[in-house]
């Protein structure tokens, strides 16, 4: 017997159909993702500029005093809590899943942010990866690849109608890749094998493709609507 999901964990509608951004869902999330730009701006300010030592430490007094007002508010830490929390401010799960992913967060600075979408059978994705993400010199970091490959494969997994997790990620990087140049991913389903899906994925800068992956994704055995 199949555990239903509560329908507060259905993820149906997390994906684009469009190459376009859609818009936050609330003022708070539009918000939200205003405060996570500003703070990747600052994040990559900081990496790329040649700055006085006090210009460093007045701004980190003032970074301190701000995350202490943030940090004074309610705790609701993590997706579960803040969809269970399903409040008008908080949005439906994939409001909140689409907007606090690591990889494609719009509202996350750790993002970079990535922006996914599914058509004719295929997941795309575009991203601007900047200076925050270097690795080798000028170039995009082989992890920051890797997360890349896992969110796109990972959300492409889904057009077969039932979720897993990651097992296993395998990827051969062909070229370095270059940062501050919008890339693209294209990734599909390429069979299904019981509770395995095997999906294949590549990334492009301009007409290079500079790396490409085979992931394999296993459903949970009771839980097929279980998150990712
Ligand atoms: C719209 C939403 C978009 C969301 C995108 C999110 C993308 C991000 C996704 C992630 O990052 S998930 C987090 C990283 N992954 C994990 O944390 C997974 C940790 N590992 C596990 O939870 C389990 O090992 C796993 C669920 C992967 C497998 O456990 P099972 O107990 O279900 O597997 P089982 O041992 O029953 O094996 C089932 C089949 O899978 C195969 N298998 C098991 N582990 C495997 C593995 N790691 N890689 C490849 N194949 C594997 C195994 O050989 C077997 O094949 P056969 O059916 O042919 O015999």
Redesign the pocket.
Known sequence: MQKTPSIAYN?SG??DTSPEVRPAVNDNWQSRRELAAALRRLNTAVLTRDVPTELLQSVTATMQAEAARIEANEVVPGTKAQAERNSTQHGQLPDI?YEINPASGQSNAIAPPMHIWQTDGRVHACVTPSWSYEGPFEHLHGGIIALLF??VL??GQ?ITGVAG????LEIRFHHPTLLNKTLHLVAKVDRV????KFMVGELWADDVRTASCKG?F?S??NWPDAI?
């Open positions: 993820l997390w994906m899943f896992d969110q990972g959300a889904r997790r990651t097992g296993t094998v019981g509770r395995k394999v296993i949970e055995r990712a």
